[in-house]
């Protein structure tokens, strides 16, 4: 089976993919995991650049992945991937420089371990960046360096770098980024951007770094995305709200939840998490067809939003290629099966793909 359907693959490795019906209109991204840049798997690797012409690290960029300890940084493979990125001719992308996960504690520690100092967490902050940015200087394109700073009702969120340094740190945070690769495009990420409230105050945020003459480039819309969430409406009108502030548009995490959650919600709050039930993982034996229809027609309303918005967006990225790899099999439940991206578990591209690229060949 694996051997027929990576003949299928290699075979159609000079076909078409979706960065050819697309291209055009905006970057085609992915996010990969460390095993997918190995180059060990000829199917996940053929399917990976028929498919995309741009590439972020999930998790090895991370500053747990590459700054574990202070001092003690780990760049295999943060090197490797953006050596397959650079070996396959594809655009790559930074995430990510400041966030309140995935960030060693030590960062916020001083050495007698009480709460680190405005000083020291500032020159931590400016040594992380300086030497993340500066190692990769000229070879990426853009960076996420600030991500989910704020909550989805617009008040800054009680991150430990905002407890220390204050929302200052923000701006000190794009400062440094801009010192370190001048000519790096450096983005503004976050989830639930579609909720007014939130909307308004990244819009607030990113005029207040204008005014101060930073460098924001793009404003990142996660986009994990929701058979009813975000409406049409409010996604739009976030785009064009952050558009108008003379940035690019970036949708950079997309991904469907269609999986039933024990409390409603949206958005992608990592911290966030219940326990397994049979009840909330309906569908493990495969999808029904009218859920599988429900799921490929909200595909197809979000890529017709996108086309129709390609001159504000300048990137979409899925987070993730395979069904198989996705965060959301074990968020904010450990062990379901989820159905969020474009590929399946065996990195076939679903029917729907097929759509999406003739909406765009129209
Ligand atoms: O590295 C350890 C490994 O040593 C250990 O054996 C393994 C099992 O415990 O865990 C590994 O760490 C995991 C890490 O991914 C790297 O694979 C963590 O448990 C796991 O929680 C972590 O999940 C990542 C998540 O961010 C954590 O915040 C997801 O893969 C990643 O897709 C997700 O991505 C974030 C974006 O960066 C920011 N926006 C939200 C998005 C979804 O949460």
Known sequence: MIAVLLWLSVSNASAQGLKDALGESFLVGAALSVEQTTGHDSLVTATITQHFNCIVAENCMKPEALQPQEGQFKWRKADRFVKFGEEHGMTVIGHVLVWHAQTPDWFFKDSVGNTA?????????????????????????????????????????????????????????????????????????????????????????????????????????????????????????????????????????????????????SGAEVSLSFDYSEKMDPYKNGLPADVEQRINERWIEFFDLYKRHSHQISRVTLWGVSDAQSWMNDWPITGRTAYPLLFDRHYQPKPVVDDIMKLFKK
């Open 117 to 265: 100092s405005k000083e020291l967490l500032t020159q931590r902050m400016r040594t992380h960046i300086h030497t993340v940015v500066g190692r990769y200087k000229g070879r990426i394109k853009g960076w996420d360096v600030v991500n989910e700073a704020f909550e989805d009702d617009g008040s800054y969120r009680q991150s430990q770098w905002y407890q220390i340094l204050g929302p200052e740190y923000i701006e000190l945070a794009y400062r440094f980024a801009h010192e370190a690769d001048p000519a790096a495009e450096l983005y503004y990420n976050d989830f639930s951007m579609s909720v007014p409230a939130k909307r308004e105050a990244v819009c607030r945020l990113v005029r207040q770094l204008k005014e101060k003459g930073l460098r924001v480039d793009a404003i990142g819309m996660q986009s994990h995305n929701g058979l009813t969430w975000p409406s049409n409406e409010d996604y739009e009108a976030s785009i064009e709200a952050y558009a108008a502030l003379g940035c690019q548009v970036m949708i950079t995490e997309l991904d469907m939840n269609v999986l039933p959650n024990p409390e409603s919600f």
